[in-house]
């Protein structure tokens, strides 16, 4: 008798197989799916069902929340196919994973900031690039619009069982897939971890999930920093310097309670101030942006708080 565990580890062997070039996007992402198979996790062989969205499956679109015009918030859920039984599936999309979606020939990758298992749900923030062939097509799509996903892709895995200081360095709308990583930390209350979520933007508009941000300050192992370095209120000395003075009373009333931000980028100086070498436990970076702000960061977070290139990951 084959069970449902066994099921699953079939299911690694023919997706292993399935797998060609092909499935590759090109776009130079740090998980490359053919480096990265996707394959069951051990919630998945634990609940003894099987991850639909282990190769190529329909979701369809829920929701669709235009955030500025350039930013998409898109709900997603799976599309069961008629007569299937979804009883023995589930969603397992673990913090710092992506998904790919594939529409015709075009394969690009998205990381989800929330997912239910059981559900088998999942959202994504979009930035749509002009002239992009994907931003494109997803700015034309609605509600209940069929695309195909795959995943997940990726190698980021959490110990809770041993303490860690986690810097996470997140740039625009890529702060998105790092909120997972942030609540498998704080909600469990034998994690010990250390947090501390530096989050770049334009200005303060563009500072994607604030509410979402100010929950975490509530936590003792939890503290975040804004850096805004176009940040520029309607004050003359403010236009005339063409970005916020670090004192601005303007900025100071738009921050909310425990919020603190920075008129100014991210660099090595600026990440050395929150390293606090008597707190115990092993440096982590995670670093979430564009390929040049990932590159960028884990540079400097290797020169400027010592931590181990191996312990630097990018999403």
């Known amino acids: 008798m084959v069970t449902k565990r066994d099921a699953a580890k079939q299911d690694v062997g023919v997706e292993e197989e399935l797998l060609q070039a092909s499935d590759c996007c090109g776009n130079g992402c740090t998980h490359c799916i053919l480096d990265n198979k996707p394959r069951p996790s051990k919630r998945v062989l634990l609940a ?5 969205i282990l190769s190529y499956t329909k979701f369809r679109l829920l929701r669709r929340e235009s955030l500025d015009g350039q ?3 898109l709900h997603f859920g799976h599309a069961a196919e008629q007569g299937t039984d979804t009883e023995d599936s589930v969603l397992d999309i673990p913090p710092g994973h992506h998904v790919m979606l594939r529409v015709g ?10 997912s239910d ?5 999942f959202r994504i923030l979009v930035k749509l690039q002009q002239e992009g062939p994907m931003s494109r097509h997803l700015a034309a799509v609605r ?29 625009g709308v890529a702060i998105a897939p790092t909120l ?7 909600e469990n209350e034998e994690d010990m971890s250390r947090l501390w979520h530096l989050v770049c933007a ?7 999930f604030r509410e979402e941000l ?50 100014s980028r991210l660099d090595a100086s600026g990440l050395t101030t929150h390293s606090n070498p008597s707190i115990a436990g092993q440096r982590v970076v995670i670093v979430a942006g564009d390929s040049n702000f990932q590159r960028n960061m884990a540079l400097i977070a290797t020169q400027s708080i010592g931590v181990d290139p191996a312990h630097v990951y990018l999403l």
Request: proline share 8%; hydrophobic share 35%; with cysteine.
């Open 48 to 52: 003894g069902k099987r991850n639909v």
């Open 71 to 73: 930013v998409l918030q």
């Open 105 to 114: 020939s075009l394969l690009r990758p998205y990381s989800p900031y929330w």
């Open 117 to 121: 298992f059981q559900a088998r749900e």
């Open 143 to 171: 509600p209940n619009d069929l695309l195909e996903f795959r995943g997940p892709i990726g190698q980021y895995v959490h110990d809770p069982m041993e303490a860690k200081c986690i810097y996470i360095l997140a740039q």
């Open 180 to 186: 997972p990583l942030v609540r498998q930390v704080l």
């Open 202 to 208: 334009r200005d303060l508009q563009h500072v994607y």
């Open 214 to 263: 100010l929950e975490f300050a509530q936590f003792w192992n939890y503290r975040s920093c804004l850096y805004l370095p176009h940040q520029q209120c309607e004050s003359a000395a403010c236009k005339e310097a063409g970005h916020c003075d670090p004192e601005c009373p303007n900025l100071r009333r738009s921050l909310r309670y425990r919020e603190t931000a920075k008129v």
